[in-house]
């Protein structure tokens, strides 16, 4: 089962809620990710309790670890990593391109060595749909090929066909259409009239819903944005939109003030784990030797597990120690501000004051607390 | 607050129990290792759950990183670490003779050098209460020498002197007796006479509880169990004895079957994190390739949040992937394991059938699980 349905807009910024067989996602959503089957560091009862609503697998990183075998054989996704609510899976397509060694291209698919062990693979639209399959994510994506930000206009036209070629057969061999939604990924870079190619096409092909791909890999926020911001107009209004691999609470405004409705980013768990804090005053670098006798929970207002029990300074001394406890702790908190800004933001926008949000929030997301 | 009531013998088993500031203890006990302020992995709203009693902080480390300073502006090392339950402290002894650099041993006390940041120390018996008395544990440990296996029984007799005077000072300097208990360290290597001529000296001083220290450093289990039953005979039966660093879930038991009412070892968690796992049915190295497709839990018939929730499959790929939550998950089943054991110990010594027990559980605990 997959509905979405959009419940009001606030300029372009939308509220909506999405049905799934794992249970409903308000958005506009932030998706922690999980990459090998675990969101680092945090436990499924914990991600329960900072309210994540959906979680993002890597189909790559599941595929070589622990392999299709033992996620089939455990019931799918869900049940090996005893997770209960909602999860989205990912293409591949990404990793493949950035970690994969000795890619070789074809329209037929991409033959590649694993980056760990340098064994041969072949990802074809088919095959990466018959690994969701197994995954078995209430979302999934087409295969696609998303190229650097360094490519050619040339290039990206060219990979934009195979990418486009790769859903219309992805979306052939995709029969498990009762309890997962494949979603069509829009690429052609910075360039607005590759990106409409792609868009109209993909929407010929009448997806559930929409991914925004290619963007966040070097572009800069103003190209990101122009991307996001003219794809609004092009994209059906009733179905979802996803932006990869974004980004900052800060991008994440922007971009639902550009009508985008999901996002997911390892940014604040990975930026946690090295003591970089994202709060509502801004980014906190907990190491900072001003934080050594602060006795302050991160963030006073906050009512997550950390900031109701713990100090900076102990959290400092933590992460100065490399101890767990400290990623954790620092993790949660992250996380929770993730989550709460996307409430916060959903409230905005049903209320009627986006604009006003936006413009009380974005002037302190990009600081350093000092 | 400190008081001990022995409830109930069964041969030399002991069952008790401890009334502190922060709550009562029921013995015997194993006290998880919190080393630097965190037992490592766990949170502890974590090790409420897995009905830690007691945790032990270790002075060496907590008065090199954060300091004294933080600590005590934090208020103590319950608050710092947000931990209302008791707490015990060591002398920083045993981790001057082993971490520290360029020891300088005389009677005043050990001059040393950090093992962090080569800064000069003095740690002098007086400066070890007030370090602890900052730290502000239920119970905490005179300054001592803990010989290395390799002395010579000469070297360990001139050593316990030295540790005896040291005790005197640190009781004379010791003023926070209400609040907190101070326990004397019976030193003597795997010498009786030695050991004798300690637990004497120590019992004429009257502490409220006494350790067994300079044991399983090397000297085997057969003499490491000829020195606990030794003492047993000697030391008072109304105080608690505290064998510390000790050790495996067979070790706990055999030093049980001796009269000892408490142990601390780091044990359970560093084997835990690195994948070997304490169960009822023996040590389970969680990478082994049987375990690649076990979808069972670690232990079917246990309570802990890691076996009503994860297979050994997941753990086993968290594991091998070096993945957080691995580690949480194999460190939150062993210090269940080893509180239960304590428990499952405590109620056959209080129903009389300590021995059928111990016949019952040896021969497993120290097998690998095929």
Redesign the interface.
């Known amino acids: 089962m997959f509905n979405f349905t959009l419940l009001h807009n606030c300029g372009k910024a939308r509220a909506g809620i999405i049905n799934t067989d794992h249970g409903d996602i308000l958005t506009p959503v932030f998706m922690p990710v999980g990459t090998?089957?675990?969101v680092?560091?945090?436990?499924?009862?914990e991600l329960e309790e900072i309210q994540a609503q959906i979680i993002l697998g890597n189909t790559y990183h599941l595929y070589m670890?622990?392999g299709l075998?033992?996620i089939r054989?455990?019931g799918g996704l869900h049940k090996?990593?005893?997770w209960t609510r909602p999860m989205l899976t990912d293409s591949g397509g990404f990793q493949v391109m950035s970690l994969a060694a000795l890619r070789k291209i074809s329209i037929e698919g991409v033959k590649f060595r694993s980056h760990i062990d340098g064994s041969l693979h072949h990802f074809t639209p088919e095959f990466v749909m018959e690994i969701q399959q197994a995954l078995g994510a209430d979302i999934i994506m087409s295969f696609d090929e998303c190229p650097p930000f360094a490519a050619t206009k040339d290039y990206i036209a060219k990979s934009l066909n195979t990418t486009l070629h790769w859903a219309e057969r992805g979306k052939k061999a995709f029969t498990n259409t009762e309890h997962q939604a494949l979603f069509g990924i829009v690429q052609g870079g910075v360039y607005e009239d590759l990106r409409e190619k792609s868009a109209l096409a993909l929407m010929d092909m009448d997806f559930p819903g929409y991914s925004i791909g290619g963007l966040a890999v070097g572009e800069g926020k103003e190209d990101m944005m122009r991307i996001t911001n003219f794809l609004n107009d092009i994209l059906p209004k009733h179905k979802p939109r996803y932006m990869m691999g974004v980004g900052t609470p800060s991008d994440l405004l922007n971009n639902i003030a550009n009508g985008v409705d999901m996002f997911d980013c390892v940014m604040p768990t990975r930026n946690a784990r090295k003591g970089s804090i994202f709060t509502r005053y801004g980014k906190m670098i907990i190491k900072a030797a001003r934080y050594?006798?602060d006795?302050r929970p991160i963030d006073p207002i906050c009512g997550c597990?950390t900031c109701t029990?713990?100090?900076r300074?102990?959290i400092r001394?933590?992460i100065?120690?490399n101890?767990?406890?400290?990623?954790?702790?620092t993790t949660i908190h992250s996380l929770w501000f993730y989550q709460e800004l996307m409430q916060m933001a959903r409230k905005a926008i049903l209320e009627n004051r986006f604009e006003d949000f936006l413009a009380e929030m974005l002037p302190v997301l990009d600081t350093i607390v000092e």
Chains 1, 2 share one sequence.
């Open positions: 090998l089957g675990t680092k560091a945090m436990s499924p009862h670890r622990p075998d033992i054989k455990a090996f990593i005893s050594k006798e006795f597990y029990h713990f100090s300074a102990y001394h933590l100065t120690m101890e767990i406890l400290g990623m954790r702790l």
